[in-house]
Each structure stands twice: as C-alpha cells, then as structure tokens.
C-alpha cells in the first residue's frame, strides 16, 4: 500500500505543478517555486512566535502567509517594470534574510528551520493519514494535494481562455477587456498555495522541480497550450511513478529519484522532440544543406 | 485557436477531478485498528525487530534486548538526525518493525511528526519520554514548551532511557521479562560506573578551565551534570546560522579566560570554529582545536566510539586531555 500512497501523492504534486509550471514557464518565472521555498522563512518564525510551538498547523499558516506576499510583491515588482527574473531574486533573497535574522534574534535556541519544521518527506506519507470520527480516511498529503489540485483545475478550467491570452500576449489580452492583472496575481496565488502545500506533504526538492522539469519538456514536444498543460502532467505522473520504482532499485531518497527520473525525460525530449529537438534540428539542416547543393 | 473547440468543457474536467478524488476517498478509508498500540508477542521462535532511528539508541536497545531482538538502525554514524532525508529501504525499515524507539524532543525534526502518528499504528516509543520534564533543559527564549532533545550527555537520562527500553520490551514480550530485567540491571550498573568515571575525569581539570566550547550546542545537559560551562557558536539546531558578533564574542571570550582549547563535532563542519581560533590568535592568544567530539552520532563500527558508553568515554577524554 505504501507503493500505492506514495505514487499517488507525488502525481497529485506533479499534476498541480506541472499546470502552473507551464504558465510560469510562459511568462519566464519559473523559479517563483524555488523562490517560495526560501521565502515562507519569516513565516514559520512568526508563527513559532506567536504560538510557542512546532505544529505543522501552525507552520503551515505562517509558510501560506508568507507565500502570498512573497509572489503578491513579486508581481508587483515586476508590475512596477522591473525583469521577473531579478524581481523574483530581491523578494526571495531578502525575505528570507529577514526570516533568519528573525530567528537568530528570537529563537536561536531552537531548532527551527524549514527542513526541520515544514518541508515534508515524501517517503512517510502512507503514516501520516487523516482520522476523522475514528475512522482512517488514508494519507492526508493526499487529501491536500488532491484539495490542491482540485482548486487549480477548477480556476484554469473556468478561465481557461483568459489565462492562456494572459500568458502569451497580454497586450492583446488587455485589449479584449480581460483583466490581465487580475489574473496574473490569481496565478501567482495559486501558485503560492499549491507549492506551500506541497513542501508540507513532499518537501522542497520535488516541488521546485516538478514545477518546472515537467512543463519544460511539454513545451519542447508542442506548439499547442493544451496539449502542452497535457504533456506537462503526463511527464510528471511517470516521473512519480519511475522515480519512486528508481528509488526501489537504488535504495536512494524517494523525491530525489522521482527529480532525477524528470530530467531524464526532459533530456530525452530535449534530443529527439519532433519539433523543437537536437536531433530533428540536425535532420532538418542537413536536409536543408543536401538540397541547396 | 482551434483547439478551443475540441477541448472539453470546464465542468466536464471538474467532474473528472471529482471523481478521482472520491475513488481515492472509497480506496482509503477503512477503519483504524487500535490493536497496533496494545499487541503483545504471540509466541515463536522469530526475534522481535526492532528499529531505531539514532546510533545511541540501536545501541541500547541490542544490551537490553540481546538475543531477543532483532535491531535496525535508520540513521548511521556521521548522519546529522535533524537534517535526515529518508530513503525508500527506511519505508520497509519502519514497516516491517514490531518497536520503533526515536528520540523524541523534536531530536528528529520533521520525522517527529511522523513517528508520532505511527504510535496509534504500531509499538512507537520515544526513549525520552519518562524523563520528568522539570529535569530537561528548556530553550532559553523558547517559553519553556521546547526542550533541548541531547539528553544522552546525562548519563542519568540515559539510565531513564534504558528504563524506557526495557519497560516496552517487556510489555511486548512478557515471556523474556526476566532476561530484559538481567541484562538492564547490568547495563545500567556499567551506566552508574561511567557517571561515576566521568565525574572523577572532569574533576581533573582545574575548575576554571571546566569551558566546554563546541560549535553547536549539544553538551547543555553534559555541562549541567558535570559541572562544565558549554559555550557554542550555533543553536540548538545545527542548521541555524551562527551571527559575526557570536563569533566576537566567543574569541572575546576565550582571550579573557585563558581557555585552552575548543573542540569540533563528527557531525559538523569544522570551519566555524577555526573563525574562532584564528580571531583569537590575532588577539595574541594561542587555541587548540582540542580533537573530535561525538555529538548527535556515534563513530562507524570498529572505530573507539561505536557504543554508547565508548562514545561518551572517547568524548571525556578528549576533553580532559585537551583542558587539564
């Protein structure tokens, strides 16, 4: 059953990350997911201040708290016309400067980092299950993420068609009457709750990649937004799979291989893609090359 | 744009998501066992499996539980247990044990949650949960709610531990209680004999140079047992960051008391504390790196720290012979 739970857990993680990692791919913030692992550092103090304890409960408020600032000044960084990708750099970095001064002026003797207090393991989550009335309602980092996963679904849906002109031509989209700031800001919110969900059930590393790993090698095999948001979580489910059979095999950290098993399809998209790969381009220049001689 | 024609409609994908998550719901619930908690050992000639998540821990279990049991470490020598990273062998680990022993005290970080929710599923102790909380060590600025989880630098809280050990391996298994009460009795007269060792060592240093200064603070409860003052440069945790002005502070610290030596940790790099070293020779005063202690991991096998009680000697040692 663990097999079964742990499968399931990361393609829920992979399925949500990969659809907003295409978007965020599109609009070249990638790394707003890295960005939110560093960032939600203030969060967990604050929230270890005010409650005196370590409770995931309480952490988890403080890292969602502090997700949302972090992507909501992002995009008003970039708003304000500064680059997304230094936008990205000054809010992470100073963040979570303030997050460890925090700590190192109000609890440094105490063992409160992210990785202790927040970053999940995927490798426990079949133990960690949802009790409710006595009964035992399975894993609950599958409920959040399923919850997760629900609500991304549920908005890119619904705006489907806003989102998409949003993300490739916003000018056009402002033009049709489409909210376009709107709109940036829910993606980013969204964002923002998925990856800090996700770092509470399976930790930072398979967040940050999945959020972009999979999306990268959608955009490499298709031209087309909805087969690529397709592609992206079809990518990330066999890297969950995969991996976690690698890590089987290996006896190795599960997310690490589940990470490892996406550049691999990534690497394999990147050679030989139909569209945009290393070895069709070659095909394609030689082709060109014997017909102008 | 073609393509908005051929895709589904967005209630369409809502109920497929839907429905996915009740087949999930239907899949998982079933109703929780109690019996995990309150099993006792049916007889049979198989061991009794037995995990562990520190060193110190495996160790203990193996002189309380001898040829009854069967003990698996998760964590190895030199593996820092706030920081582990679990790997797909240590799902089978934990699965398969009938005991699982940790430390307790948030010693093993997020994973504490984890074990605490496997106490309703199956025999899951944490060894330092008989220690009266009015004996641990409480974060200065932490309110008193969270408490220092090193608690093997007390030898006293390591006999408490033992107790613990011995406590659920009799519950589990009645049969052997009198091979568990013998060899506890034993171990913890060896226990009793290296408090007594320890404090005779100390003793042979001069008392204003009974300065424990370590990178991180693990030895607060070896300082309070045995009469030391532990300094460290970092926190309790050893992912917390160490400021410039600790750094000042401790070489200030060290030129004004003559402290001869400081000493390094096998689970923590050791450029830290050279900052120090080198700061205090500018200040014109000469201090030695005084050698190696084990702090949250005891040495690989076949090294002079692979038990408990050869951890903590190597350890008195290293410090007598660097401060006397």
Known sequence: MADFWIILTGTLAAASCGILGCFLILRRMALVGDAISHSVLPGIAFAFLLSDSRDSVFMLAGAAVFGLITVFLIQFLQRGGLQADASIGIVFTALFAFGVILISRNASHIDLDLDCVLFGEIAYVQWDTWILNGYDLGPSAVWMLGGTLLLIVLCVGLFYKQFKLCAFDPALALACGIPVALFHYLLMGLVSVSTVASFESVGAILVVGMLIIPAATAYLLTDRLSVMLLYSVVAGAVSSAGGYYAAVWLDSSIAGAMIVTAGILFLLAFIFSPLHGVAARYLKRRRLKSAAA | ?324
């Open chain 2, 1 to 324: 744009m073609h393509e908005l024609r051929v895709k589904k409609s967005p209630f369409q994908r809502v109920k497929m998501t839907l429905s996915i998550i009740m087949l999930v719901a239907v899949v998982g619930c079933t109703k929780v066992e109690q019996e995990g908690k309150s099993a006792v050992r049916s007889g049979g000639e198989s061991k009794i499996k037995v995990t562990a998540t520190i060193g110190m821990i495996s160790d203990v279990a193996e002189q309380i539980g001898g040829e009854e049991v069967e003990v698996t470490g998760l964590m190895g020598p030199g593996v820092d247990p706030h920081l582990y990273k679990a790997s797909q062998g240590d799902i089978r680990k934990l699965d398969q044990a009938d005991i699982v022993f940790y430390g307790g005290l948030h010693l093993e970080g997020k994973m504490t949650d984890i074990l605490e929710k496997l106490e309703s599923k199956k025999r899951t102790v944490a060894v330092s949960g008989n220690i009266d909380p009015s004996l641990l060590r409480s974060g200065k600025d932490a309110g008193g709610t969270q408490y220092d989880p090193h608690i093997w630098f007390n030898v006293k809280h390591w006999i408490s531990a033992a107790q613990t050990i011995e406590q659920t391996l009799t519950e589990y298994d009645p049969e052997h209680a009198e091979s568990y009460r013998k060899r506890t009795e034993a171990y913890i007269k060896q226990l009793d004999a290296l408090d007594q060792e320890i404090r005779t060592k100390i003793g042979m240093i001069p008392e204003r140079s009974r300065v424990l200064v370590t990178a991180h603070d693990a030895f607060g409860y070896f300082g309070e047992a045995y009469g030391m003052k532990v300094m460290g440069l970092q926190g309790i945790s050893t992912a917390a960051e160490y400021g410039s002005k600790d750094v000042g502070d401790l070489r200030d610290f060290l030129v004004e008391n003559g402290i001869k030596a400081v000493f390094t940790e096998s689970s923590i790099p050791t450029k830290s504390m050279e900052a120090v070293i080198a700061g205090a020779r500018e200040k014109g005063h000469e201090v030695k790196i005084g050698g190696e202690l084990y702090s949250d991991s005891m040495g690989s096998p076949g090294s002079d720290a692979d038990t408990y009680i050869k951890m903590v000697r190597h350890n008195v040692d290293t410090i007598v012979e660097a401060l006397k």
